[in-house]
């Protein structure tokens, strides 16, 4: 990982703290770190979550490769080093909303264990709540449902380095949350999670 | 790869806009850009502003080059080229940050037109507000503040490019506001930022 380049700099002490920012919203901010192969379902259940939170008066915000790819990380591609530098950078952006009081779905392939232990120390460093939700779902099951036939490119050798293919996926061995998507209704799964965000204090219970 | 844009509408049908978030929160998100000589009173007028902002219930956040610098940017030094990258990859937080409902302070010397005009231009582009705010005070006075003592050192020669002893800062010439700290109290500063929000129907006029 790259070291700190910049020096003569010193963490602002703001007027405006993370807990008076939960104060005002009446929830604490986080990030939920969606992970799984392509096609397993991880924007299908940030889209659902996102909006049953909103329901609850909670200010939610998802990150994924559509506002991050064509933004912030434009200027990486995908070799060894873009993809870690990819999901460094999504993780600070994480962190920094977290701090900022929403709560943040972000939902991202991350493979590499490396990498996600990377994000989950950026937050836990900062006592930033992180929860890092597998996304689980067999290669053949998501293969199947290909919703951007992207796996039929990788296995026409179209697409090099696809994880799941020809670049191997990393499941998580001790995530927070560890959903089945191939097996679980949708509806379950976001009530699990909201569930766990209810448990852990980050919203308020529901009435 | 990355998660390429989504193009199965159900993935996405459940999206909770930037007019919704605004609905939740009472105000819409906006990315004021602070831009001045280093000892201008970038920081200072940010945090007052963030300060009479959370009084009036509004989601406030700042960025600045301290805290980001030592996080999504901390691989980034200070050349010409790292410098022009600090400045889009902040403006791309910025712009997520107001896209998703936040008032987000951004207090960066940003010495360049070409690169401010990025971030207005990433912003306008999706009809994000932006608001460029010129900190403008002679550089007599910032050099006489100097609270990080880095004049001193960028005339002792311990610091090389340094904006306004050797390297230019090119002023806005159309700015939204400008503010004269020199001339100026920070009430006053404050209270015209205030009003142009209010005017610009981005927080709810006072009682």
Redesign the interface.
Known sequence: M?????T?????G???NRL??AQ??GHGGATLWFTGL?GSG???IA??L??AL?QR?V???????????????K?LG?SAED?A??IR?VG??S???A????IVLS???SPYIADRQLVRE?HESDNMPFIEVFVDCSLEAAEERD??G?YKKARAGE?K???GIDDPYEAPSTPEVHLRTDQQSLEDEVQSLLTLLEQKGLIPASA
Chains 1, 2 share one sequence.
Do not use: M
């Not at 003569?8 to 602002?12: D, I, P, Q, R, T």
């Not at 200010?59 to 990380?73: F, K």
């Not at 701090?99 to 929403?102: E, H």
């Open positions: 790259s070291e700190p380049k910049a003569n700099v010193h963490w602002h703001g007027e405006i008076e920012r005002l919203l392509s991880k924007s299908t889209v659902a996102e909006q909103y008066g200010l939610v915000y998802r990150l994924d490769g559509d506002n991050i790819r064509l933004g912030i990380n200027n995908f993809r530098e990819n950078r600070e952006v962190k920094l909303f701090d900022g009081g929403v939902s991202f392939i950026l919703p951007k992207l697409i380095n696809f994880t």
